[in-house]
């Protein structure tokens, strides 16, 4: 007799991985992470500032979790580099079985810097992740994802002509204007390629 085979385990996306347009891992579905919060931070590892998830005891994250066929975790974890894969199972509210390993991504608190001049947000980025919890949440999800996220004090560097963000994708004129009136009501600060 075999034992049984354990389900394929699952990582918990809450930023650019919510935009499945940026990754082929299927399964894909909402979900929440409880006891943390979304921040912009930087790390010596990247030239920009970069979402990552922190401790935060009452705090939530909506986001979406997808299946890693066969545990294979390189490709992932190569693109998430800079940051730790921890296991999360236990704080994430899912549909999938009890025994589901998930799994998910966040820059050691010891390697968090502010996020800088230097260092600034991508608009680009930020306008991915934007139109993944646009696709899956909706309007009130964008809102969500915004009061969610700590961090909008940092300058977001103006790309959108030219997109630094290796997975950038086009949106269309409302998607950029929702992102816009979003930015303008937190009093985000953009800046120039040349600054």
Same mark, same amino acid.
């Not at 049984?4 to 909402?30: D, E």
């Given at each position: 007799?075999?034992?049984?085979?354990?389900?394929?385990?699952?990582?918990?996306?809450?930023?650019?991985?919510?935009?499945?347009?940026?990754?082929?891992?299927?399964?894909?579905?909402?979900?929440?992470?409880?006891?943390?919060?979304?921040?912009?931070?930087?790390?010596?590892?990247?030239?920009?500032?970069?979402?990552?998830?922190?401790?935060?005891?009452?705090?939530?994250?909506?986001?979406?979790?997808?299946?890693?066929?066969?545990?294979?975790?390189?490709?992932?974890? *190569?693109?998430?580099?800079?940051? +730790? #894969?921890? !296991?999360? $199972?236990?704080?994430?509210?899912?549909? =999938?079985?009890? /025994?589901?390993?998930?799994?998910?991504?966040?820059?050691?608190?010891?390697?968090?810097?502010?996020?800088?001049?230097?260092?600034?947000?991508?608009?680009?980025?930020?306008?991915?992740?934007?139109?993944?919890?646009?696709?899956?949440?909706?309007?009130?999800?964008?809102?969500?994802?915004?009061?969610?996220?700590?961090?909008? *004090?940092?300058?977001?560097?103006? +790309? #959108?002509? !030219?997109? $630094?963000?290796?997975?950038?994708?086009? =949106?269309?004129? /409302?998607?950029?204007?929702?992102?816009?009136?979003?930015?303008?009501?937190?009093?985000?600060?953009?800046?120039?390629?040349?600054?």
């Amino acid at each position: 007799m075999t034992a049984p085979v354990p389900p394929a385990p699952y990582f918990f996306g809450y930023g650019s991985l919510v935009n499945t347009r940026t990754h082929a891992y299927g399964q894909a579905r909402p979900a929440r992470l409880s006891g943390w919060r979304r921040a912009w931070v930087q790390t010596d590892l990247r030239p920009v500032a970069y979402l990552s998830a922190v401790p935060c005891a009452d705090s939530r994250i909506d986001g979406l979790v997808a299946e890693v066929p066969g545990a294979d975790w390189a490709a992932l974890d *190569d693109r998430e580099f800079g940051y +730790d #894969r921890l !296991a999360a $199972r236990d704080a994430v509210q899912h549909d =999938l079985a009890p /025994e589901t390993e998930i799994a998910v991504y966040a820059i050691p608190a010891s390697s968090q810097r502010a996020a800088s001049m230097r260092h600034p947000i991508l608009l680009s980025y930020l306008d991915v992740v934007i139109q993944g919890y646009l696709d899956v949440f909706g309007t009130e999800g964008v809102a969500d994802f915004m009061r969610t996220t700590d961090g909008w *004090d940092a300058p977001i560097l103006n +790309d #959108r002509a !030219a997109p $630094r963000y290796p997975r950038a994708q086009a =949106l269309t004129t /409302e998607e950029r204007d929702l992102v816009d009136q979003h930015l303008g009501a937190v009093g985000a600060t953009l800046i120039g390629l040349d600054q």
